[in-house]
């Protein structure tokens, strides 16, 4: 049997005809860039996640980019990042002109919570961006303590936890901003590159939507030095009929996490923990092994196809050499341990039988 780690097939052709009745119906309209189908997902998905404004962006590296720009920070700040994050959360602080400071997990969750924060303090700590990893919540009691005792701004990386809560408030709205991607494979992904900012700040979702729009608050009249990033019409018409289907994609999700915990027993292997006071809509299912690499490999000659998020840690990057960044335990343990068992809408019984019975046979 061949268990892919990610497919579209099921989720797509369920709603395929919905999908090109939309694209026929933008086709004609021919109108393409921010138009009403932009305006109406800006309004629905900030509505979806309890917020008053959406502003949709061209990824979600430009979500945090132009979060930061529109929050003032930039040369001589410093940013605080959790160290097992993917790349575009420092690259945005990079692209904004501010340093990246790496502070470690929680070692349960592997998410953001208090420790460790007041010890990468500074003078110049102007903002924290918490990283909802893998489908669930950081500890965001404990950041926004945090944030609000050092008045920094809180920028939340949300691209993974499309729905995920905290003590029954959505991701997205604890902070200054909520940043989110819609990468194809994200619980709610265009049919290309999207992303999208929610916030409850007028000014400062006008800014945002200003920055992204070549600095423009109207047409020929630029208040800033902005960049080129909107939320494609088309991508926008797609992602609102997904949209209505979050919910029971998440949910789909949730029960095959629940049959992998409760079947994969293995020694060798340590399961996903769901944190307190916080639901996971499992993005990705994430296991630790010691001998990860030789596990993908067995799992591969079964037909069972595996991720690594993200086997070379931030500080080990290239790209951060110059950087000197601090090589932290932790987050070079999951970069050598961290593996994505297969996941997505669609699953049969029997494909995930099959990875519960691989697994625990290894």
Known sequence: MNVPFATFETMHGAIREEMLAKFSEMYDAGWFIGGTECDAFDKEFAAWNGANYGVGVANGLD???????ALGIGAGDDVIIPSNTYIATALAVTYAGANVVLVDPDPITMNMCGQGLEEVLTDNTKAII?????????QMDEVMTFANKYRLFVIEDCAQAHGATFKGQKVGTFGDVGCFSFY???????????????????ELADKIRGL?????????????????????EIQAGFLRIKLCHLNEYNAERDVYAKKYLAGIKNPKITLPQVGENRNHIWHIFSIRCETRDDLHDYLE?????????????????????????????????????????????????????YVIDAVNAY
Do not use: C
Request: no cysteine; charged share 20%; net charge neutral.
């Open 63 to 69: 979500a945090l980019y132009l979060s930061l720009r």
């Open 130 to 138: 918490p990283v909802h990893l893998y489908g669930q919540a950081a």
């Open 184 to 202: 194809p494979g994200k619980n709610l992904g265009a049919l290309g590159d999207a992303g999208a900012i929610i916030t409850n700040n007028k």
């Open 212 to 232: 992204g729009n070549y600095g423009s608050d109207r047409k020929y009249h630029h208040l800033y030095k902005g960049t080129n990033s909107r939320l494609d």
């Open 301 to 353: 000659a079964r037909g069972i196809s595996t991720v690594s998020h993200y086997p070379i840690a931030i500080a080990d990057q290239p790209a951060y050499e110059m950087d000197h960044l601090p090589k932290l335990p932790l987050a070079e343990k999951i970069a050598a341990t961290e593996l994505g068992l297969p996941m997505f809408v669609g699953m049969t019984d029997e494909q995930i039988q």
